[in-house]
């Protein structure tokens, strides 16, 4: 095991040291993008104000929430660091038959696709909330640990994980169905529901309850365990249970997705 | 010599959406499709020896690309065996892909907007090439390419040609055992065509590294392979050596005759099937079995100033074969 994470992290490092010299060398790109997603930052920092000052979370005090809303903006912003170009890639790779390419190397076909080159400009953003996280904790004297901090860490590599394994799930439609671009996005397009405690939406249906509850914990139980907050043991279950669950369903839907890859004609 | 490919009764079917066309079809096809069966390789057999150079040449859709893209596991079949270094290709296990190369004409591996030396290291990490052994591959292949003056070059900054070879050495860094080549030359000039032949030839020679190659270009399988696997329509027509093709397809010779005095187009039909006639120069189809005597007739009564007996074009016969037509 530590032999092949070695050999994933060799690999992934090798693939962002080239992804980041490509991104630096087009300096206009890099530098339009990176404008564009500070101010996107900035915009998301004046919608959480007007959020916090009109609504009430019970459960959550004001520096609460500002750790839980930049934990949203840090989540946010790696996720598409790591994801973004993979998943936008992979849909057009596999409808054109490009992906033949990294089917054929000796390494996993997963990780290859999703991981591709990070982008720059989204790291920077979310390093940005990082800053404004520590503000927060400064600002509102709220108390945290060494062991608060690695859970926080912990915790949201986990999200990161549940995340990745649900975009697996979609992409995995496209060798089936052929060419579904739209799916390259829809792990991003349901962020509104994890940039709420979790807890708020315990009070709906069962339904909700079953597809929107998973997902807002992606953010409440990191800044949850950076505030070393109690989690009730439903939610804890619940998270735990997404991640094993969706751990082991997309790596079987990946598998036999592959099966279906019919390349294209050349 | 053993066999380090073994195709035993391949299949590779396809269902296929047919839409209706407009947007009547569109819609319609939102609630009932039609499929079909495409039959892209329909029971191909084959072994392939360790250092054989085969080419695999039909025309488009003949299912040529299909099968190289089974062997090199990027596709399950519908039916059949097949073993690649005794390995079953689609189990897709890392010590079989470290063992080969699949180089796609139409399709590429390198990053478009940095130096190809960047999609190299990539590579010799995903293969896990040692350090020195890189090296020394790297030289002898920028060496036998002549491309050390633009390694360093963005490759979309970099001709057809050569982002060709950087493809050829982003696929061979690991020192395949295997090369599956699908149209390597598809849009080079004559003379990058020439270059990348001889390459292959040399990479084949040096390395006793087996080669399938897929090409459209008759000068690539004319010049680089001495087995063919001739397929159309998902199955194999031929296989075997290049010039038994002549013996088995070619059922007629070409005779041109250039005449020292002035003959009538018409008094030569009863020769053969005129196939060119330009005075002073003609080009009779005549059957082998009759060819000789077609020659002595035109001797004894024409006024010859030469004559020659040939066989038809290589890429006359295959043409032929695939048309399904006669070859007078």
Not at chain 2, 167 to 195: C, N, W, Y
Not at chain 2, 198 to 218: C, G, P, Q, W
């Given at each position: 095991m530590p032999v092949q994470l070695k050999k994933h992290?060799?690999?992934?490092?090798?693939?962002?040291?080239?992804?980041?010299a490509k991104d630096i060398q087009l300096r206009g790109n890099f530098t339009?993008?990176?404008?564009?997603?500070?101010?996107y930052f900035y915009l998301h920092l004046i919608s959480f104000k007007l959020i916090i000052s009109r609504f009430h979370f019970p459960g959550w005090d004001t520096g609460q929430l500002w750790i839980l809303l930049f934990t949203f903006e840090i989540?946010?912003?790696?996720?598409?660091?790591?994801?973004?170009?993979?998943?936008?890639?992979?849909?057009?790779?596999?409808?054109?038959?490009?992906?033949?390419?990294?089917?054929?190397?000796?390494?996993?076909?997963?990780?290859?696709?999703?991981?591709?080159?990070?982008?720059?400009?989204?790291?920077?953003?979310?390093?940005?909330?990082?800053?404004?996280?520590?503000?927060?904790?400064?600002k509102y004297q709220i108390h945290t640990t060494p062991t608060g901090i690695i859970l926080y860490l912990i915790t949201l590599a986990g999200s990161l994980?549940?995340?990745?394994?649900?975009?697996?799930?979609f992409i995995c439609l496209n060798f089936k169905y052929g060419f579904l671009p739209g799916t390259s996005g829809v792990a991003f397009e349901i962020q509104e529901i994890y940039k709420?405690?979790?807890?708020?939406?315990?009070?709906?249906?069962?339904?909700?309850?079953?597809?929107?509850?998973?997902?807002?914990l992606l953010t409440t139980i990191p800044a949850a365990s950076l505030l070393l907050k109690p989690i009730s043991f439903p939610l804890l279950t619940t998270y735990l249970s997404s991640l094993i669950i969706l751990s082991i369903w997309s790596q079987y839907s990946w598998s036999s997705a592959l099966r279906h890859y019919s390349s294209a004609s050349s | 010599m053993s066999s380090v490919i073994a195709v035993n009764k391949l299949k590779k079917y396809y269902k296929v959406h047919q839409k209706e066309p407009g947007l009547t079809g569109s819609i319609k096809s939102?609630?009932?499709?039609?499929?079909?069966?495409?039959?892209?390789?329909?029971?191909?057999?084959?072994?392939?020896?360790?250092?054989?150079?085969?080419?695999?040449?039909?025309?488009?859709?003949?299912?040529?690309t299909t099968t190289l893209k089974v062997l090199s596991g990027l596709l399950y079949p519908t039916f059949g065996h097949v073993s690649v270094l005794g390995y079953t290709p689609w189990e897709r296990k890392p010590e079989f892909q470290k063992q080969f190369s699949l180089v796609m004409g139409q399709k590429n591996q390198l990053w478009w907007d940095l130096p190809a030396i960047e999609s190299f290291i990539l590579n010799k990490?995903?293969?896990?090439?040692?350090?020195?052994?890189?090296?020394?591959?790297?030289?002898?292949?920028?060496?036998?390419?002549?491309?050390?003056?633009?390694?360093?070059?963005?490759?979309?900054?970099?001709?057809?040609?050569?982002?060709?070879?950087?493809?050829?050495?982003?696929?061979?860094?690991?020192?395949?055992?295997?090369?599956?080549?699908?149209?390597?030359?598809?849009?080079?000039?004559?003379?990058?065509?020439?270059?990348?032949?001889?390459?292959?030839?040399?990479?084949?020679?040096?390395?006793?590294?087996?080669?399938?190659?897929?090409?459209?270009?008759?000068?690539?399988?004319?010049e680089l392979c001495k087995r063919i696997i001739i397929i159309d329509k998902g199955k194999i027509l031929f296989d075997g050596a290049?010039?038994?093709?002549?013996?088995?397809?070619?059922?007629?010779?070409?005779?041109?005759?250039?005449?020292?005095?002035?003959?009538?187009?018409?008094?030569?039909?009863?020769i053969g099937q005129i196939k060119e006639f330009e005075f002073p120069k003609a080009v009779i189809s005549v059957k082998r079995s009759t060819a000789s005597l077609a020659a002595a007739e035109l001797l004894q009564n024409f006024p010859v100033a030469d004559l020659n007996i040939e066989e038809p074009q290589i890429e006359d016969i295959i043409r032929e074969v695939f048309t399904g037509r006669d070859l007078a």
């Open positions: 992290l060799k690999i992934f490092l090798a693939i962002q040291s080239a992804g980041m339009l993008t990176l404008i564009g997603s500070l101010c989540f946010t912003y790696l996720a598409f660091f790591f994801f973004w170009r993979g998943l936008q890639l992979t849909p057009k790779e596999i409808g054109t038959g490009t992906f033949d390419v990294l089917l054929s190397k000796p390494f996993s076909s997963r990780f290859l696709a999703f991981f591709r080159n990070c982008s720059l400009h989204n790291l920077a953003s979310a390093i940005f909330g990082a800053v404004y996280l520590v503000l927060t904790i400064v994980w549940i995340f990745h394994c649900i975009s697996v799930l709420y405690p979790a807890t708020i939406f315990s009070s709906s249906g069962f339904l909700i309850r079953l597809l929107v509850i998973p997902l807002s | 939102l609630f009932s499709r039609k499929y079909y069966d495409a039959k892209a390789v329909d029971g191909v057999s084959f072994d392939i020896d360790e250092g054989e150079l085969v080419g695999f040449i039909g025309p488009n859709g003949a299912g040529k990490e995903i293969y896990e090439v040692p350090d020195a052994q890189y090296k020394k591959t790297l030289d002898e292949l920028v060496e036998l390419l002549e491309v050390a003056d633009i390694l360093k070059v963005q490759v979309r900054k970099l001709s057809l040609g050569q982002r060709m070879k950087m493809e050829l050495i982003a696929a061979l860094i690991h020192s395949p055992r295997i090369l599956f080549l699908d149209e390597p030359t598809i849009g080079l000039d004559v003379v990058m065509q020439k270059k990348m032949r001889d390459f292959i030839k040399e990479y084949n020679r040096r390395y006793t590294a087996t080669v399938i190659l897929t090409s459209h270009y008759m000068d690539d399988v004319k290049l010039d038994e093709i002549i013996k088995k397809f070619a059922t007629h010779k070409l005779l041109t005759v250039v005449f020292g005095k002035k003959v009538e187009e018409s008094d030569l039909a009863a």
